[in-house]
Each structure stands twice: as C-alpha cells, then as structure tokens.
C-alpha cells in the first residue's frame, strides 16, 4: 500500500515530467515554425510530423505534455561524446568530474 509520502513524491515526479515535456515541446514548434528542415534532423521525424508539431496550439502542447512518459530522447552516445570533448567551454573539466564519477 503507498504512502502518503510516496503518492505525493509520485505526483512531484508527474509534474516535473509534464514540465519537461512542455518545454520541449515547446521548443520543437518553435524548431518546426522557423526551419523546418533542422526540426526534422533535430527532432528525428519527417516533414509531415514537424508540419505537425508546427501548427499544435499552446493549449493543445499542454495536453500532450501531461503524460507519465518522456516525449524527448537522451542519445547517450551523443552525450558522452559531447562530455568528452574538448570543443565545449569547460568541458575539459566537467566531463572529467562527471565521467570520473562512473567510470572509476
């Protein structure tokens, strides 16, 4: 049986996941609105899907968002290279702080 406690750090997590999916979708009409063919590379889908996300309304983003799912991806391959490499400002030092943490 769930506690109190644990309902509540559930429905925090909910929020904090909606929240996320807001901003990112958000982001990907704003993306889809100016320059469609980034949107598509960036978002990964076809032209038909960022027309799509393009016209979505405010009201319509919120109502996607709120689901206990992710709508973005973590390309974690992508991220590790990005962590190791010397091309971002204080990567050098972060992703030797963040990286040391799990691969000692």
């Given at each position: 049986?769930?506690?109190?406690?644990?309902?509540?750090?559930?429905?925090?997590?909910?929020?904090?996941?909606?929240?996320?999916?807001?901003?990112?979708?958000?982001?990907?009409?704003?993306?889809?609105?100016?320059?469609?063919?980034?949107?598509?590379?960036?978002?990964?889908?076809?032209?038909?899907?960022?027309?799509?996300?393009?016209?979505?309304?405010?009201?319509?983003?919120?109502?996607?968002?709120?689901?206990?799912?992710?709508?973005?991806?973590?390309?974690?391959?992508?991220l590790s290279?990005?962590?190791?490499?010397?091309?971002?400002?204080?990567?050098?030092?972060?992703?030797?702080?963040?990286?040391g943490k799990?691969?000692?």
């Open positions: 049986m769930a506690t109190r406690a644990s309902r509540a750090s559930l429905v925090s997590w909910a929020t904090s996941i909606a929240d996320l999916n807001f901003a990112y979708l958000q982001l990907a009409r704003r993306l889809a609105q100016g320059d469609s063919d980034m949107a598509m590379h960036s978002l990964g889908c076809g032209a038909e899907m960022v027309a799509a996300i393009a016209r979505l309304t405010t009201e319509q983003l919120l109502r996607v968002s709120k689901t206990n799912l992710f709508l973005c991806r973590i390309d974690l391959r992508l290279r990005f962590l190791e490499s010397a091309e971002l400002p204080g990567a050098d030092v972060e992703s030797k702080q963040i990286t799990y691969h000692s």
